[in-house]
């Protein structure tokens, strides 16, 4: 499994920015799909999940209201919609991919995913 990440930029804080998250090899191994986020200086952490074969979706309590995760079978693409950003979701956001069953108790954790794509840049300046 392949994952590329893309999307990110320079937005104004406020503002709004969609990534996008390819996924390619055996996608049909792919059950669940994350997104987490590394700020300079700072260990990287959850963002959002979703359940790719099913309607569940988890978010951190910090982006609760302003992201929205999405996915597009057809496309194999998984998108995280990000708005009314501000200067503390400056970071770089990676996307990943968990080959097992949807498990809320782990989906917010980095062990839970078997791969990750390069990460793509989002800086919101103020």
């Known amino acids: 499994v392949q994952l590329q990440a893309s999307g990110g930029g320079l937005v104004q804080a406020g503002g709004s920015r969609r990534l996008s998250c390819v996924v390619s090899g055996r996608t049909s191994s792919v059950y669940v799909m994350g997104w987490f986020r590394q700020a300079p200086g700072k260990a990287r952490e959850f963002v959002s999940a979703?359940?790719?074969?099913?309607?569940?979706?988890h978010y951190a309590e910090f982006v609760k209201g302003r992201f929205t995760i999405s996915g597009d079978r057809n496309k194999n693409t998984v998108y995280l919609q990000m708005n009314s950003l501000d200067a503390e979701d400056t970071a770089v956001y990676f996307c990943?991919?968990?080959?097992?069953?949807?498990?809320?108790?782990?989906?917010?954790?980095?062990?839970?995913?078997?791969?990750w794509g390069q990460g793509t840049q989002v800086t919101v300046s103020s």
């Open positions: 979703m359940n790719l074969f099913g309607a569940s979706t």
């Open positions: 990943a991919a968990r080959l097992s069953f949807w498990n809320l108790a782990l989906v917010n954790k980095e062990s839970a995913y078997e791969h």
